[in-house]
């Protein structure tokens, strides 16, 4: 399996699902994958929220280094991102196992991870209280 664009990627691999037919699990994967997406990116406007503050620091050893430079951080997230796809679709094309579950383990994991990331930046010390605010605005509702 190449991992470059030719037709290995992650839009092939939702073409297929939606080719194999409008089964569930087909438009699983697919929600799970846009959303594995979209986690990401907005897990880094709220980290570079974090940074630009200066209420945050990133954590993860491997991306602190990356994250001082947005072209390179930007680049190493999202390739990351991108790799576990990989590996989710590699799961689901090469053993009888799902990649169903690790996928929606990865996408709770990655949306509490944004959740506290948001309590962080908002300095808000109780979540009832910040609840009812906006995230990253402090607007009330």
Not at 14 to 32: F, K, P, Q, S, T
Not at 113 to 125: K, R, T, Y
Request: charged residues 15%; glycine residues 8%; hydrophobic residues 50%.
């Amino acid at each position: 399996m190449a991992w470059g664009w030719s037709g290995s990627g992650v839009v092939p691999a939702m073409r297929r699902y939606l080719n194999a037919g409008l089964d569930l699990r087909g438009w699983a994967m697919i929600v799970l994958m846009a959303a594995w997406m979209l986690l990401n990116v907005f897990d880094l406007l709220i980290t570079y929220d974090g940074l630009a503050t200066g209420v945050a620091y990133e954590a993860n050893r491997f991306l602190s280094r990356a994250i001082s430079i947005p072209a390179v951080g930007v680049t190493v997230k999202l390739s990351l991102a991108y790799a576990v796809l990989k590996l989710v679709e590699r799961i689901e094309a090469r053993t009888p196992y799902s990649g169903l579950a690790p996928l929606l383990a990865a996408n709770v994991y990655l949306s509490w991870a944004c959740l506290h990331n948001l309590h962080v930046i908002s300095g808000v010390q109780d979540w009832s209280h910040f609840l009812r605010y906006y995230p990253l605005t402090g607007l009330p509702r």
